[in-house]
């Protein structure tokens, strides 16, 4: 069975500074899709950036982007020029053929001004 | 585009009333829904599967005389948790999978429903 793993309960980041938040998992597929969701104190799921695992290259979004070491099966997030509005819940989450997403724990980002 | 609407965000019920929550696709299509529960503070935990015409799928510990997920169209799921008690009190929340994309779309969620019971 797949496993999502997020060792950081909680990281806290100065204002304009860069983050890394760590995800690993484990699967025997060898085609799936790897997603960061935030969850703002809204409680709104909201995808922030996605990796297929057949693409080598690491996916950006603007200030996020991911470290995808697909033999390590690690997916790490990192966040640039951090904002106010980036604190939030944020969960790694892994998806496979059967379509069912696998959460990690998740990781609280608190932001320092 | 892709948007899900979900239905009450919040409710407040007395012990031993049933309660039901409704995920609708505004503008698609989806043959499967999912439903979520997530405690405070933990992550989300996948309690069915709901495709269009059939059975929800529930998972493992999850009862499926307690949430009853009935998917009667393309655009509309239920759950409804009957004879609600405290221990049911929870934020649910749903997704839906496009009918028109493959495998390799993301799903789309609502916002959730917050369901307390006194």
């Known amino acids: 069975a797949q496993t999502v793993t997020q060792s950081q309960p909680e990281m806290s980041v100065q204002e304009a500074e860069t983050v890394t938040l760590s995800c690993t998992y484990d699967?025997?597929?060898?085609?799936?899709?790897l997603f960061w969701y935030k969850q703002p104190p809204s409680r709104q799921m909201i995808l922030v950036i996605r990796?297929?695992?057949?693409k080598q290259q690491n996916a950006t979004e603007n200030r996020f982007s991911v470290n995808f070491q697909k033999a390590a099966k690690s997916f790490s997030l990192k966040i640039s020029d951090s904002q106010l509005g980036d604190a939030a819940m944020y969960f790694c989450?892994?998806?496979?053929?059967?379509?069912?997403?696998?959460w990690g724990a998740g990781t609280k980002l608190i932001i320092k001004p | 585009g892709a948007v899900v609407s979900q239905h009450p965000s919040w409710v407040i019920c007395k012990s031993g009333t049933s309660v039901k929550i409704e995920c609708r696709s505004l503008?698609?299509?989806?043959?499967?829904m999912f439903w979520y529960r997530q405690f405070p503070k933990q992550s989300l935990m996948l309690m069915a599967t709901?495709?269009?015409?059939?059975?929800?799928?529930?998972e493992q510990g999850v009862e499926k005389d307690k949430f009853l997920i009935n998917h009667a169209s393309l655009t509309l799921s239920t759950l409804t948790v009957t004879s609600a008690h405290p221990e049911d009190s929870s934020f649910y929340i749903c997704?839906?999978?496009?009918?028109?994309?493959?495998?390799?779309?993301?799903?789309?969620f609502g916002d959730g429903t917050r369901l307390s019971i006194l």
């Open positions: 990796q297929e695992a057949y």
């Open positions: 503008d698609f299509q989806a043959t499967t």
């Open positions: 709901s495709n269009e015409g059939s059975k929800a799928t529930y």
């Open positions: 989450a892994y998806r496979g053929s059967n379509y069912q997403l696998i």
């Open positions: 699967t025997s597929e060898s085609d799936y899709y």
């Open positions: 997704s839906a999978r496009p009918t028109w994309t493959g495998w390799r779309q993301p799903q789309h």
